[in-house]
């Protein structure tokens, strides 16, 4: 793995991104810290002095790999209707999940694997489910809905379930996902 200056990158980064893969693809308890640091290409000594515990480097590799991933399913114009941006989320959610590599919502799988409420990546994958609830919510309310706050949490329930629906069928969402989104957008009168 290098970088386009040719430079390898730091350890840090390397276990940063192998964490992220390794987690998303395998699970957090089901890789362990021999793997990671193998695959990185760390020393596990190393990666304990970068990262007191496994559960700091799973709390910063959640936060570090988040914000891509949020980006990526949001429309990048703010020109088009709000229907039309928030209907995008689950078009590139549906795109995704028909990939065989989609493993579900990496903030899902992450606050599922630990079932631990107080685990610092657990409360970085709410903030980022938070995020994406708050994005959706804003956007109902440049629509005039009246309760643009019920509507984001509703199109998170739908986009959490639809991820999760996937990983457990392990098929394509054949526009489950968008239907659903829409048929809630219709009730709340989003044009």
Not at 3 to 16: E, H, I, Q, S, V
Not at 39 to 49: C, D, E, I, L, N
Not at 113 to 119: F, G, S
Not at 130 to 136: A, I, Y
């Amino acid at each position: 793995m290098a970088m386009a200056t040719g430079k390898t990158p730091a350890p840090r980064d390397r276990l940063l991104a192998t964490a992220a893969d390794l987690f998303y693809r395998e699970g957090v308890t089901a890789t362990g810290v021999e793997r990671l640091c193998s695959v990185a290409g760390v020393s596990k000594r190393s990666m304990y002095q970068l990262f007191a515990t496994k559960d700091a480097l799973v709390a910063e590799a959640l936060a570090t790999s988040g914000p891509v991933t949020h980006a990526s399913f949001l429309p990048d114009d703010t020109e088009t209707r709000p229907r039309e941006r928030i209907l995008h989320v689950f078009r590139v959610l549906e795109d995704l999940a028909g990939q065989p590599e989609f493993a579900g919502c990496p903030f899902v799988n992450t606050a599922s694997d630990l079932r631990d409420h107080t685990h610092p990546a657990t409360a970085v994958a709410r903030d980022f489910k938070q995020r994406l609830t708050d994005w959706f919510a804003d956007e109902a309310r440049t629509a005039g809905v009246a309760d643009p706050d019920l509507l984001g949490r509703q199109l998170t329930v739908v986009f959490d379930g639809s991820a999760a629906r996937n990983v457990v069928y392990g098929t394509g969402l054949e526009g489950l996902s968008v239907t659903t989104a829409a048929a809630l957008l219709d009730a709340a009168g989003v044009a």
